[in-house]
């Protein structure tokens, strides 16, 4: 095949050539079956543009190295100049660091969002992302599209099919590269001044010129903003300001990771000894490390001679890189722990690095700052980056009247704005974060104002009409996933596919009220998405305890996960997996409200009695091809709900979450053991929506109660009083009953009769505290259980109680800080230490004590007689 260009359609090459000069991307998708041959002609159209080095990537569902055999056979007629790197799907994180010129991508039906935005995000300014669609012919066929292979039609499928067709800078092409559409026409003016920054750079450079370190770190800087902010956090790192905090916010891919690093390399060149690196996950700190080492380079550090690095062996990281040791002049050492691990470690810190911090719960974030230097980043727009409202949450906590405020700190705010890889405006950029819905479009306040919660409306969401693609449901769809990504810590595109096309899903929305004069919608005020459950555990106890794996947040994984004979009701049960209100409109009741609407639509109340129930529909489920004519908010009495017995919500453990639900009398069930990756356990509740239900219930909740008050003497045991005392009093419901009352046999099971007359005594005033001590724990759980008829205390009392222990534990904690240690020293002389210990050779130390063990339990006159005795017989 020759890659004879001049037979190429003008405007393609206009398109190129125009990127190139703006330093922005193009798209170009091909139709048919044959279009995988027309890709080298893209790679010899970017050398004819004056790129120097053409790097290409395609991406494919095969394992690479069976790909890239069969591909090159099919491309061996080709320019040989023209050697792809070849990556299956499943390795794209590899990559991630990397950036090309050229990139291809096939197999749609194999690929995740997070895998595309990844693709697209390594592409370069002016370099071409081509799609190669094989099994379509026509440009209508794109609404056949599969990018699910579980779903043959889904609704996220024809969206991205009609937002190709409207993305600037594109065109879709046929495998002859015959023009079949394209998209909307940019500005020729524009023009990318590529030498702009690095003048810059070397401007800001000369100016730091005698110094070595600054002015070598400014080099590996791409844009002049990133530059600017590492001499900043660099000329911090040289004066040694601590108990000040920096904080770096943009979007994804503004080099954010890299200054962090360059400016870890730094503050080893100025001698700083403990570094920790810290994030919630660690795939945000591979790019951390990456230029750490890149810092080290420039700085003329050599690996095995000034510095060493340290691999994990935990099999999750699969030998990432996890810490350096520096020994050039001094011993250095940086570290990567994750936030709930570094404890009493940052004591000796002196830098602390957060990649990542808005992902990082708050009440955690507030115990890491101290008297050292913090270097805070966060992305807040993108693929994978944190919730804008996040990182607002996290600021307003970390001001100077937050958790800084003891500790006399200052915070420092930054912003990046411009792309590394590309220039601002990018529309690839725009379309990308449009498609996935990860720009926050929330307006900071509503038309509505602030109506009464009782006058608002619970609407059901049309899926089928909000993924239709026209401008009415996008902006609803963008305003919604805002809304419902506004509490999650990292917004993963994911999670979009399962909002259009997971089967069992539900959307409802909050609403103001419609007045007669203004139809229009002014808002939404609060989202809710709901999951139905199919099956619940009979002992939801026994059969959370014995999951291998982390905790699932749906009783249906439950049953998947579960290796034991627990057995499961076919019971369906409506799983409200999130509930999230207007960041304006939060603790004002309107949360309440609409939970109170959906337990009243699932119990039946919302039906209307001017219509038939034949008329009405169900909550659609399947894919429909024409849903233009549906609106895309129904009427609670247009829809006939599913038959459910149980309302489910499984949420974070906080005072905060435990309050709104129980005032929604909501009923604990479950809590996790061990913390899930947020740092929190996993709270269970359920509330009846049959009467039916309710006995269930109530045997769920005792056995949650038995097994809770175990909890608190171990997991538990340093839980807030006020939070115990509340999540035990959450089934005041069940204790109005008449009370059983304990028979002769179960209380001398519990309390053996030599007890109980002990415990009578005591009462009478004739018996010491000490001897009941022992029964405390077993009156305290049979209090609690409510086993003990006519036994109240005010709930001011209980908590006055718990305060009085905790104060007592920690007097008792703190007399072991007033014990003089220097008696257990270890004695030795130097030179004997240093012949031990720095021989070279493996060496035994003894170490034995000079003083006698004394025998307390004798009485010195027992002692003295044994003496004389002794002295009698040496004579």
């Known amino acids: 095949m020759s890659l004879d260009t001049d037979t190429v359609d003008k405007s393609i090459k206009k398109v190129i050539k125009l990127n190139i000069r703006s330093n ?85 039906e194999a690929v995740s969002l997070h895998s595309f935005s990844v693709a697209l995000n390594v592409t370069r300014g002016g370099g071409v992302i081509v799609f190669l669609l094989h099994d379509l012919k026509d440009i209508n066929d794109l609404k056949t599209l599969n990018l699910n292979a579980e779903n043959k039609l889904s609704r996220f499928s024809k969206r991205f099919a009609l937002s190709l067709q409207s993305c600037p800078n594109s065109m879709i ?3 002859n590269l015959n023009i079949l559409s394209s998209g909307p026409k940019l500005p020729e003016n524009q023009e990318f001044d590529k030498y702009f920054n690095k003048e810059k750079i070397e401007d800001l450079k000369l100016k730091f010129e005698k110094d070595t370190v600054i002015s070598s770190l400014l080099s590996v800087c791409q844009t002049i903003e990133q530059a600017e902010l590492l001499l900043k956090f660099l000329e911090v790192l040289k004066n040694r300001t601590f108990r000040n905090v920096f904080s770096v916010s943009s979007a994804v891919g503004r080099g954010k990771s890299a200054v962090l690093g360059l400016a870890i390399a730094g503050s080893l060149a100025f001698n700083y000894s403990n570094i920790f690196i810290s994030a919630m996950c660690y795939k945000n700190v591979n790019t951390v490390f990456k230029f750490l080492l890149k ?5 003329n550090y050599k690996e095995d001679d000034d510095f060493d690095l340290i691999q994990s062996v935990n099999p999750k990281f699969k030998n990432s890189l996890t810490g350096i040791n520096v020994f050039r002049d001094h011993p250095q050492s940086v570290r990567f722990i994750f936030p709930e691990d570094i404890g009493e470690r940052l004591e000796q810190a002196e830098l602390v690095v957060f990649d990542e911090a808005a ?46 405020e003891s500790q006399s700190g200052k915070l420092h705010k930054f912003t990046l704005n411009d792309p590394i890889n590309y220039a601002n405006g990018d529309s690839i950029e725009s379309w990308l974060n449009r498609l996935l819905c990860v720009e926050p479009a929330i307006s900071s306040h509503l038309s509505c104002g602030f109506p009464v919660p009782d006058r608002c409306r619970l609407f059901c969401v049309n899926r089928d009409s909000l993924f239709g693609g026209s401008k009415q449901a996008e902006d609803f769809l963008q305003s919604l996933a805002s809304i419902l990504t506004s509490s999650s810590r990292i917004m993963n595109a994911d999670h979009l596919l399962n909002l259009a096309d997971s089967p069992n899903y539900q959307i409802f929305c909050l609403l103001p009220p419609l007045t007669s004069s203004k139809q229009v919608l002014s808002g939404i005020i609060c989202a809710l998405l709901v999951h139905l459950e199919h099956g619940i555990p009979d002992h939801i106890v026994h059969c959370g305890t014995n999951l291998d794996a982390s905790i699932s947040n749906c009783f249906n994984d439950w049953k998947a996960q579960n290796k034991t004979t627990a ?57 429909e091809e024409n849903p233009t004519e549906s609106p895309i908010l129904q009427q609670l009495t247009e829809i006939q709900p599913d038959n459910v017995e149980y309302i489910l919500v499984s949420c974070n453990l906080s005072s905060e979450t435990l309050r709104f639900w129980k005032k929604s009398s909501f009923t604990p069930v479950y809590i996790s053991e061990k913390k899930n990756p947020e740092g929190e356990h996993t709270l269970f509740m359920l509330k009846a929506v049959e009467e039916t239900f309710k006995q269930r219930l109530e045997k769920y909740w005792f056995n949650f109660q038995s097994h809770f008050c175990l909890l608190l003497g171990s997991e538990f045991r340093s839980s807030k009083s006020v939070l115990a005392l509340s999540i035990m009093q959450c089934g005041a419901n069940f204790v109005k009953k008449d009370i059983k009352e304990l028979n002769k046999a179960e209380i001398d099971l519990l309390i053996r009769p030599h007890q109980m007359r002990q415990l009578e005594k005591y009462c009478q005033n004739l018996q010491d505290f000490y001897a009941v ?45 007033d014990v003089d240690l220097s008696q257990y020293a270890i004695k030795g002389a130097d030179d004997e230490w ?22 307390n339990s004798k009485k010195p006159e027992e002692v003295f007689k044994k003496q004389k005795q002794k002295g009698k017989r040496k004579r």
């Not at 991307?25 to 120097?52: D, E, N, W």
């Not at 810092?295 to 700085?299: R, S, T």
């Not at 012949?835 to 025998?855: E, M, P, Q, T, Y």
């Open 295 to 299: 810092g080290l380079d420039v700085l």
């Open 773 to 817: 001590i022992q029964l405390i724990p077993t009156l305290t759980a049979l209090y609690f259980k409510n086993c003990l008829k006519g036994v109240n205390l005010p709930r001011t009392q209980e908590e006055e109680a718990a305060k009085n222990i905790k104060e007592q534990q920690l007097q008792d904690a703190m007399k072991l800080k």
């Open 359 to 404: 992902s990082i719960p708050v009440h955690l974030l507030k115990n890491l700052f101290g008297p050292y230097v913090v270097l805070m980043a966060s992305s807040i727009s993108g693929s994978e980056a944190s919730s804008p409202y996040l990182y607002r949450n996290m600021i307003n906590a970390l001001e100077p009247s937050g958790a800084l």
């Open 173 to 175: 092409l046929d495998d």
């Open 834 to 855: 240093e012949h031990a210990l720095f021989s070279g050779r493996k060496a035994l130390v003894s170490i034995k004590s000079i003083k006698k063990i004394a025998d």
């Open 24 to 108: 922005h991307r193009a798209l170009f998708v091909i139709l048919g079956s044959k279009g995988f041959q027309k890709v080298p002609i893209f790679h010899h159209l970017l050398k004819q543009g004056k790129v120097k080095e053409v790097s290409t990537l395609w991406c494919a569902k095969e394992n690479s190295a069976s790909f890239e055999k069969n591909n090159k056979a099919n491309l061996s007629a080709t320019d040989d100049c023209f050697t792809p790197y070849y990556c299956s799907y499943s390795n794209i994180e590899d990559i991630s660091h990397r950036c090309f010129n050229l990139v291809i991508l096939q197999d749609f």
């Open 567 to 623: 057995r499961f009701l076919p019971t369906q049960g409506a799983h409200v997996l999130n509930i999230v209100t207007h960041q304006n409109y939060r603790k004002m009741g309107y949360g309440r409200r609409a939970l109170q609407l959906l337990q009243e639509f699932y119990e039946g109340k919302c039906i209307s009695l001017d219509e038939s129930l034949e008329s009405r529909c169900k909550v659609a489920d399947g894919f």
